[in-house]
C-alpha cells in the first residue's frame, strides 16, 4: 500500500478519538480500582525472596541459558544480589547478565520460578550464573557481533510499572526462552520502585528515560551487526517506548528502518495520545501489533488514574482494525485466553499460546493461512498480526494531501499550535 494518506483514513482516526474520551465514573466504579490497588498493596510480593542476582558458582547442565544485555536508567545498588534499585541514577549503566532455567522437566511454559531462597536451586528456579560490565560503545559492539543470529535479529524489551530489576531480567529471559527465540536479547530497565502506590513516581521515571531508551534503539540500529530490530513493550513501558520512538522520529527526521516491528502488550498508554504520537513518528513508521483485552483489570485501575479515559490495552478497538490495518498496526485482542495472572494483565508471557505466537512472529515467520485455526483453537480476535507492514501516512508532506484531507488533519492538531512548517503539518 503506498505511504499515502486517504480521506477515510484520517476520518476513521478523527473516529478513534471518541473511545478515549472520559465517560463519567460512578462511585462503585472509582472504588472498585481503589480495592484492586489496596489488594495489590496487601497480597504482593511482600514475602518473595529478594536480592536473587548474586551469580551461582554452580549450575545444573541441562538448564537454559539466555545470554543478554541489559541497559539501566537505574541507581547502582551497592547489594550485589540486587545490583540496581528503584530509584533513578544519573546516567545509563550496561551490563551482560546471563540467566539460568530450570530444565523444560522442572517447568511449565510461562512461568517464572521465582527463587525460593538464596542461592537458588538452578534445577527448579530461575538463576543468575553471570554478571559483567559493558560500558564503553567496542565493549557494546563486541557484545552485539558475539551475539547475533544468523539473520542479525535483535528484540529490545522494555518492561511494565511495578518492576524491579530482577523482575525485568528474569521476566525477558522467560519470554526469549518459551518463545524459543534465537534473535539477539537486549533488556531495558528503567527505574522502578516496584510498590503499588508509587504508580506515580513510575510514569514520571518512564518519562525520564525517554532519551536513553531513544540513544539504545539508534545504538542497535547503528550497528553493523544488526539488521532488524523488534521493540517489545509491555504495560506503561509501551508508552515509554511509543514516546522514545517519536523521538527518535523527530531527532533523525524519520524511524531507522531497521527498526521493523513493535509489539505493545497491554498497553497503557491514553487513547488520545498514542493517536498523537503515531501522528508526529511521520509516514515511516515500524509495523506495530497492539495485544488488548477488556479484562485488564490493571488498566482499569490506571483508566481511574488517569481521569476515566480509555487505555489503548484495556479498550475494545474491534471497530477500528480497518483503520488501524490501514495505518500498519495490527490488533489481537487476548480477552478470552485464561491467563495465572488474576489482573489479566501479563498475558502476553504468562499464556503458552501467545508466548509461542510471539516467537514465531519474532522468527519472522508468517501466520498468514494458520491465523483461523488459531483464533478457533483460543479465542483470539486477531488482525493481520503477521505478514509485511502496510504503512500509511498519518503526517505527509502537504504537496501530496488533498484540500479536504488537509482540513481534517489539521482538525486533529491542536488547534493553537497546529501549523505547517517546511511544507509539512507540524505542531
Not at 478519538?17 to 466504579?29: E, H, T
Amino acid at each position: 500500500m503506498a505511504d499515502s494518506i486517504t480521506l477515510n483514513a484520517l476520518q476513521s482516526i478523527h473516529g478513534l478519538q471518541q473511545i478515549g474520551r472520559a465517560r463519567p465514573i460512578s462511585k462503585r466504579n472509582r472504588a472498585l480500582p481503589m480495592l484492586l490497588l489496596l489488594s495489590l498493596a496487601v497480597n504482593g510480593c511482600a514475602t518473595r525472596v529478594e536480592n536473587v542476582l548474586q551469580p551461582l558458582t554452580v549450575h545444573a547442565s541441562d538448564a537454559g541459558r539466555v545470554d543478554m544485555l541489559v541497559a539501566t536508567t537505574r541507581k547502582p545498588s551497592e547489594n550485589p544480589g540486587q545490583l540496581y534499585s528503584g530509584e533513578r541514577g544519573k546516567a545509563i549503566s550496561l551490563n551482560n547478565v546471563i540467566v539460568s532455567i530450570p530444565p523444560d522437566r522442572n517447568r511449565k511454559l510461562g512461568e517464572v520460578q521465582w527463587p525460593s531462597h538464596v542461592p537458588p536451586n538452578p534445577e527448579k528456579e530461575f538463576a543468575v550464573i553471570e554478571t559483567s560490565k559493558a560500558g564503553s560503545e567496542n565493549q557494546v559492539l563486541q557484545w552485539f557481533r558475539k551475539s547475533r543470529n544468523g539473520k542479525r535479529q535483535v528484540i529490545i524489551f522494555v518492561h511494565g510499572f511495578n518492576n524491579t530489576y530482577a523482575d525485568a531480567v528474569f521476566r525477558f529471559a522467560q519470554i526469549i526462552h518459551d518463545s524459543g527465540t534465537d534473535a539477539t536479547p537486549i533488556l531495558f530497565t528503567w527505574p522502578s520502585r516496584a510498590r503499588v502506590f508509587d504508580y506515580l513516581y513510575d510514569k514520571e521515571s518512564a518519562n525520564y528515560s525517554r532519551r536513553a531508551l531513544e540513544d539504545l534503539i539508534l545504538q542497535a540500529a547503528r550497528s553493523p551487526d544488526v539488521d532488524d530490530v523488534t521493540i517489545l513493550a509491555h504495560s506503561m513501558g509501551a508508552w515509554l517506548a511509543t514516546e522514545a520512538l517519536r523521538g527518535v522520529a523527530m531527532r533523525e527526521k524519520s524511524i531507522p528502518a531497521k527498526v521493523k516491528n513493535v509489539i505493545l502488550a497491554s498497553p497503557d498508554i491514553d487513547i488520545d495520545v498514542v493517536r498523537r504520537q503515531f501522528v508526529e513518528m511521520g509516514p515511516k513508521r515500524p509495523h506495530f501489533t497492539i495485544l488488548t483485552s477488556t479484562r485488564d483489570k490493571a488498566l482499569e485501575a490506571s483508566r481511574w488514574l488517569s481521569g476515566g479515559v480509555d487505555r489503548v490495552g484495556g479498550s475494545d478497538l474491534t471497530p477500528y482494525v480497518a483503520v488501524l490495518d490501514e495505518l500498519g498496526v495490527s490488533v489481537i485482542d487476548t480477552s478470552a485466553i485464561a491467563s495465572k495472572d488474576p489482573l489479566g494483565h501479563n498475558t502476553f508471557a504468562d499464556s503458552p499460546d501467545i508466548v509461542r505466537l510471539l516467537g514465531r512472529r519474532l522468527a519472522g515467520q508468517s501466520l498468514a493461512g494458520s491465523e483461523a485455526s488459531f483464533t478457533d483453537k483460543i479465542g483470539v480476535a486477531a488482525a493481520n498480526f503477521a505478514g509485511t507492514a502496510a504503512r500509511v501516512a498519518v503526517a505527509v508532506p502537504v504537496s501530496v494531501m488533498s484540500g479536504e484531507a488537509h482540513d481534517v488533519m489539521k482538525r486533529e492538531l491542536t488547534p493553537s499550535t497546529g501549523k505547517i512548517v517546511d511544507g509539512q503539518i507540524a505542531y
